[in-house]
């Protein structure tokens, strides 16, 4: 059982575009959310966050919606710039009971076009 | 400040044999979570370990084994290797909970021939 997912693979942008990346979960349990970044044979690099008790967090050019009625976040990347290209992970995370543990999306590759 | 290492980078091992990585976490972090990448299955989670002791397990065979020491390092180990065992480990060091976010280090890339 998916908890979490990314339905779409693949996204490809022109630069200076708006990236929306979408990830969808199934656990009401959730109650924190990250967005990660990475390269191939590289770690995940962090993102950006965002808790259930907010529904929009802002760090530069990245975004994160959270729509808790709908289990629906989404990260918008503006302007999209060809350095962004890379795989995006969304992760989720039940912080009371299950510590240390995130449940991670299959990934969406994002190309961004010069 | 210096981030996550992991050692190897690199490993090729025969079916059958067993094999120890290793994982030093950010000065300060007491948690340290273990994570397997497959193609097929993406990120899943091994466990992870606060102050020594293993506070959360994945759904994965007794195959795999962890430890952490006093001083916050970690420790992996699988025996019996399997072809399907191949793929990268990562783990992640954090102050607790995902509130204060995980980071990740660059990973072992385990192959089994």
């Known amino acids: 059982d998916q908890q979490v997912k990314q339905n779409s693979p693949s996204l490809s942008v022109q630069e200076g575009r708006i990236s929306i990346l979408n990830c969808d979960y199934t656990?009401?349990?959730?109650?924190?959310f990250l967005w990660y970044k990475k390269y191939p044979a590289e770690g995940p690099t962090f993102l950006i966050s965002i808790s259930s008790i907010k529904d929009k967090n802002e760090d530069g050019r990245f975004t994160v919606f959270l729509n808790k009625s709908a289990k629906h976040l989404s990260l918008h990347i503006v302007p999209s710039q060809p350095g962004d290209s890379a795989v995006y992970f969304c992760a989720a995370s039940d912080r009371l009971r299950n510590t240390g543990k995130l449940i991670f999306g299959q990934g969406t590759t994002l190309q961004v076009k010069p | 400040k210096a981030g996550v290492t992991q050692t190897p980078r690199y490993l090729i091992k025969t079916r059958g044999q067993q094999v120890t990585l290793s994982c030093s976490p950010i000065s300060g972090h007491r948690s340290v979570s273990w994570y397997q990448q497959t193609p097929g299955q993406g990120l899943q989670f091994l466990f992870e370990y606060f102050s020594e002791t293993q506070r959360n397990k994945g759904n994965f065979p007794g195959r795999f084994s962890g430890r952490q020491f006093s001083n916050s390092r970690s420790e992996m180990n699988v025996s019996t290797l399997e072809l399907g065992d191949s793929a990268l480990y990562l783990c992640?060091?954090?102050?607790?909970?995902?509130?204060?976010?995980?980071?990740f280090g660059s990973g072992t890339r385990l192959t089994v021939v």
């Open positions: 656990n009401s349990m959730f109650d924190y």
């Open positions: 992640a060091s954090s102050l607790g909970t995902a509130s204060y976010g995980y980071t």
